[in-house]
Every structure is written in C-alpha cells, then in structure tokens.
C-alpha cells in the first residue's frame, strides 16, 4: 500500500535526504548546495514557486515512512497558451524500487495537472539512465530529441547580466 500526500514544512530533512541521495545516483554527489533551511524558505514561504509530493509505504514495519518525493513548478506554454506542469525532481529510494512508487507519483502529477488546465507535463531525464528512460517510455512519454536544454549558473547570469551590450 502506497500513500501520495503534498508535502509539509515537517519534511524538509527528508526532502533533503532524497535531493542528496538523487545526486549520488546521477553522479554529482557534490553538486547540492540546498540547505533544511534554504527548503524551508522556498517550498514553505507565503508565494512558493514549486511544490511537491511524498510517497509513503502504509505497510511493513514503518507505515507512513516516505519512499519517494517529486518536486514540480508550473510554466507557460505561449504555442498552446496554457501552464504546464514541470517535474522537477522524481526520486524513489532503492529498496522501495518495483513497488510502484514513481508510477504513482507520476500519476498523481498527471492529475495536478490535469486539474490545473495545463497542456503539457514535461521533465528531463539525463541521457544514460536507462532505467528510468525505459520507465518513462512505458508509462507513454516521449522523448524530445529535436530539443537541447541550456541552463545559465548564476556566475554566468551575473556575467551575463554585467557583460557590455
């Protein structure tokens, strides 16, 4: 038994744990910078700008332990003039894998969305994890190939931002 809850200020360590144990499996394990703190004051403010979900097991020996989060914002479409939904981070521990955890959160953000009018539902998935490539494929998403993703630090921002014209 799998329970989908919206997340709480109660779950930032554990938010946390996953955001860290998802960046040693994609192997930037020194990439996260987030404190308990910096989730507190972002997932947990007056206007937050993302939300998420926790899985839990309502089985076995912890009922009510969380297994998985996702983390997801809402953009605009202006093609279809509508939101979207972006998943943001999608993170099942690996004991927990096969139990169908990231099937259900992924359905219960199809249904946000869906809720929310939005036209798309869009994440990305780096291009070596299989796993999850073949997951994504069997619960009918399709890859965006004639598309690159770009992203600016914020060293380039500033730089960018600073730079002459």
Known sequence: MLNIRKITPDDSRVILKFITELAVYEREPDAVLATESH?????????????????????GAAPGEPIGFAI????????????????????????????GAGKLLLKSLAQIALDNDCGR???????????A?????????????EWVGYRMDRPAMEAFVDSGS
């Open 72 to 99: 997801y914002f809402f953009n605009y479409s202006t093609w279809l003039g509508q939101h979207g939904l972006y998943l943001e981070d999608l993170y099942v521990t690996p004991e927990a894998r096969g139990l």
């Open 39 to 59: 989730i507190e004051n972002t997932l947990f403010c007056d206007s937050p700008k993302a939300f998420g979900l926790i899985c839990e097991r309502q089985d």
């Open 121 to 131: 539902y869009e994440w990305n998935v780096l291009r070596w994890n299989t796993p």
């Open 133 to 145: 490539i073949e997951f994504y494929e069997a619960c009918g998403a399709k890859p965006l190939s």
